[in-house]
């Protein structure tokens, strides 16, 4: 048994990468990730997982992020169809995890119709990174009984199609995956709905890389703040009595602060 390969020729692992920073891997991710033959990688995945690819593997760029999509998802099902069926030893690098928002139960249904084996290793979703880096809490006892996890990517031009009166929660933590284009939406919808303006934000970007940004804000201004973080970043938006800014490490910045000069 010590001798049997972790992934089987022909065989296909969709393996979660984290928010970027290598060091918040799973021991199973980086083991599976030794062990491919080939590596279809998303554009969210940090440069310092793809480091761990071994120099004799093949890596397949398949990312997709707002306005830049290399690969359509059906041209990325077919490519994983075929890696597997010509023995390789497949596995797919997604940003987060592979079960949040990232499609796996699509792309492990495409590979079933093939007769192909696909498991899923699970890595640490943004919100969780992000909270851990800014020192708050998704829950909180007595604030935040619950949280809600919501992709804020729509089409070009369309609505985000939201149960806004559900998601109005004030005893909830709402993370907003994907979202600076949608600030200024999140902020009027929410808001209208009975959330107070003064709901605390946060809003994280490039979390767990060198270049992490973390902000502080208000409901109210959350389509200001949203404009501090630089375009074609990934960012999310934490909203919550639980983010609060008086909860967070002293090295996280409010957008007040994040203006002064110097």
């Known amino acids: 048994m010590a001798d049997a390969p972790l992934i089987a020729p022909g065989e296909v692992w969709l393996v979660g990468a984290g928010p970027g920073d290598p060091d918040l891997l799973t021991r199973k991710a980086e083991r599976l990730i030794r062990a491919a033959s080939i590596v279809f990688y998303d554009a969210l995945v940090g440069p310092g997982v793809l480091d761990l690819i071994p120099p004799h593997v093949r890596r397949v760029p398949v990312g997709k992020r707002s306005g830049r999509h290399s690969k359509d998802q059906a041209e990325i099902d077919r490519l994983l169809a075929e890696a597997a069926q010509a023995g390789e030893r497949v596995v797919r690098l997604k940003g987060g995890d592979p079960s949040v928002f990232g499609r796996s ?56 199609d939201i149960d806004w009166a559900a998601l109005a929660d004030p005893q909830s933590t709402i993370a907003f995956y994907m979202g600076r284009a949608a600030a200024g939406e999140i902020s009027r919808r929410l808001i209208a709905h009975g959330l107070p303006p003064a709901t605390p934000v946060l809003i994280a970007a490039n979390v767990s890389l060198p270049d992490e940004q973390l902000l502080h804000t208000r409901l109210d201004l959350l389509p200001v703040a949203a404009d501090a973080v630089a375009d074609g970043r990934a960012t999310l938006i934490l909203v919550g009595e639980a983010v609060a800014p008086a909860r967070a490490k002293p090295a996280t910045l409010s957008i007040e602060e994040s203006r002064r000069p110097g």
């Open 105 to 160: 139960a699509e792309e492990c249904a495409a590979l079933a119709r093939h007769g192909i084996r696909c498991s899923i290793c699970p890595g640490v979703t943004t919100a969780s990174a992000a909270a851990a880096s800014a020192g708050v809490s998704l829950s909180l006892r007595g604030l935040a009984r619950q949280v809600r996890l919501v992709t804020a990517h729509a089409r070009a031009g369309e609505a985000l």
